[in-house]
């Protein structure tokens, strides 16, 4: 199959459109770029240090819960200690439970923070694949300060060791790309067999990182219908796209189809309780359990939302924070693939600063994962592998402009310095660095293969469950998704049953601030809290929290009668 038109010589200014490269051949640009791939990480690990511990709310409602509780087998024993999130896939935060409960803390925060710091090697990788200006040494030196950049945006930098995993399941994401940058001239007129696997071993990528982390699947889609764009032959366009499709399934099944499997079994929906209205569990509201509590307040404000939300941050998250990436990118692509197709009408090429179909690419990908973003989520840190990609793309939509190298590089780097010097890193919570992560001081029990700990309030507190006796089952009778007096949700008698087959003593775990409201949710189960019998529980992640007895009320009249 011949190569097509539209890319034969696309590049034609700086030598063979087939050298995408990952990697420099010459031998002091490639150890320069080998040093950075290596330090990269690292150093990214030490800033994590240098920033302090993560205390994030998610941390101590679920992140740290669920990946015990999947390692030591209480998935049955339990019930919603996590709030709603209980259900959502433990398999990320496996690795990190395991580095910290096993490593002092800062060990294990060096490594995780080095975790992250490979997204700045992807992002080196992927920018010198697709640069297309100076020498091999200046490639290499520009591939490094758009990869440096790709770790310091409002929202990345904000995540660097935590256990959000935005930045985690972008290595899957960024993976995805290198492979396809680095494959471009295969994919787009090489043999076919090798061009479909290529295309399947990136859509294997993409759809390991959506298993893991379901909002991910805006970027996957993305990945997927950007195949459409290159320029290469209509039905080869639609042959790697499918085949990235079949490998975002076998990425799909590999790192999400056991939670799924298990969601299915105990519940009757694979993503429970999310699109509930369609799978239709009993043991949940006809929902969606959508968070709309970030959606734009109109249509119009959904259409520009890149003009608002850069500026009132906590309409796209819970803390604040400025990245004007998006922004930039908003206004600069569309304007400068309107000026690129105005020059081409008057025979004014573009700058070109990267490759033809790498910028097709990418730009397209960035485009509709943006779209279905802003159409599903709106929740800025799933919008993170955006940001990261964001400093390359705006070199990429600089150089569609219709004027001098000089002029758009200029251009290029008058914004990368504006997004840079304006960023401010979001803080979702730290605590200065103490010996482990997660330490909670739980009184002594009485009887504990007798007790059953019951939940109650909003507040995130399951990340003390490990320090109890491990015999002791958490049943949590209050929470985002389960009141004691729902109407709609079946799982409420299975929390019924469960709380009245025990004929052993209960206690009651909630925030100090929440007793009171635990002890009414109590009140609805027949229960009593007794809230001047109650024991304080130190942790060193957040406040302390309240341990107190509890009574039922018919064993309290009985004792009167």
């Known amino acids: 199959m011949g190569r097509p038109l539209a890319y034969q010589g696309a590049d034609a200014s700086l030598g063979s459109a087939t050298s995408m490269t990952l990697l420099p051949t010459a031998r002091r640009p490639r150890t320069a770029a080998l040093a950075f791939l290596l330090l990269a990480p690292p150093l990214y690990g030490l800033l994590g240090l ?9 941390l101590r409602n679920y992140h740290w819960y669920n990946a015990y509780a999947l390692l030591t087998g209480r998935l049955g024993m339990d019930m919603l200690p996590a709030q709603m999130p209980s259900f959502y896939n433990p398999l990320l935060d496996v690795p990190f439970y395991l580095l910290a409960s096993h490593l002092p803390a800062r060990v294990a925060g060096f490594v ?17 694949a697709a640069l297309r200006v100076g020498g091999a040494g200046q490639r290499v030196a520009l591939a490094a300060l758009l990869a440096v950049m790709a770790g310091f945006g409002g929202g990345t930098l904000g995540l660097l060791g935590t256990t959000f995993h935005d930045n985690m399941v972008s290595l899957g994401v960024l993976g995805a790309l290198v492979v396809v940058a680095g494959s471009l001239p295969r994919l787009i007129d090489g043999p076919v ?9 990136a859509g294997l990528l993409a759809g390991a990182a959506m298993g893991m982390k379901n909002p991910t699947v805006i970027y996957a889609v993305g990945l997927c219908l950007a195949f459409l764009a290159l320029p290469a032959r209509p039905w080869r366009r639609l042959w790697l796209a499918f085949f990235f499709g079949v490998g975002v399934l076998g990425g799909l099944a590999l790192c999400g189809g056991f939670w799924m499997a298990h969601l299915w079994v105990e519940y009757g929906n694979p993503v429970f309780p999310h699109m509930n209205q369609i799978f239709k569990s009993p043991f949940a509201a006809l929902s969606g359990y959508v968070n709309v509590g970030f959606f734009p307040d109109s249509r119009l404000e959904r259409l520009v939302f890149p003009l608002v939300f850069p500026f009132a941050p906590l309409k796209v998250g819970e803390v604040p924070f400025l990245d ?34 790498a910028t097709r690419y990418l730009l397209t990908a960035m485009a509709v994962t943006y779209a279905l973003w802003v159409g599903m989520f709106c929740i800025y840190r799933y919008l ?13 939509a600089a150089g569609l402009l219709p004027v001098p190298r000089r002029a758009a590089l200029a251009l290029a780097a008058a914004l990368l310095l504006l997004v840079q010097a304006t960023a401010r890193p979001a803080d979702w919570g730290r605590v200065p660095w103490g010996e482990r992560w997660v330490e909670a001081a739980v009184p002594p029990i009485e009887d504990p293969d007798d007790t059953m700990v019951l939940m109650a309030g909003y507040w995130a507190i399951s990340h003390v469950i490990p320090a109890f006796p491990p015999r002791i089952p958490f049943v949590r009778i209050q929470s985002n998704f389960l009141q004691p007096d729902s109407v709609g949700n079946g799982y409420l008698a299975l929390m019924q049953d469960k709380v009245g087959a025990h004929r052993g003593r209960f206690l009651m775990l909630s925030t100090i601030p929440d007793t009171p409201g635990a002890a009414k949710a109590a009140a609805l189960l027949g229960l009593r809290v007794a809230q001047d019998n109650c024991r304080v529980i130190p942790n060193n ?3 302390p ?15 009167v009668d």
Do not use: K, Y
Not at 193 to 201: E, I, M, S, T, V
Not at 384 to 396: F, G, H, R, S, Y
């Open 50 to 58: 240098a920033l302090g511990m993560d205390a994030n709310w998610d």
């Open 112 to 128: 995780w923070g080095a975790l992250h710091g490979l997204n700045l090697s992807l992002a080196f990788l992927l920018a010198h």
């Open 193 to 201: 067999p090798g061009a479909l696997a290529r295309a399947a071993a």
């Open 324 to 357: 004007l990436r998006v922004l930039v990118l908003f206004l600069l692509v569309p304007a400068a693939a309107a000026l690129a197709l105005l020059g081409r009408a008057l025979h004014r090429p573009s700058a070109r600063l990267t490759d033809t179909a």
């Open 384 to 396: 993170v592998p955006l940001e990261m990609l964001a400093p390359l793309a705006i070199v990429m």
């Open 541 to 543: 992640l957040g406040e």
């Open 545 to 559: 929290l309240n341990l107190c007895a509890v009574q039922r009320m018919a064993d309290l009249e009985r004792s």
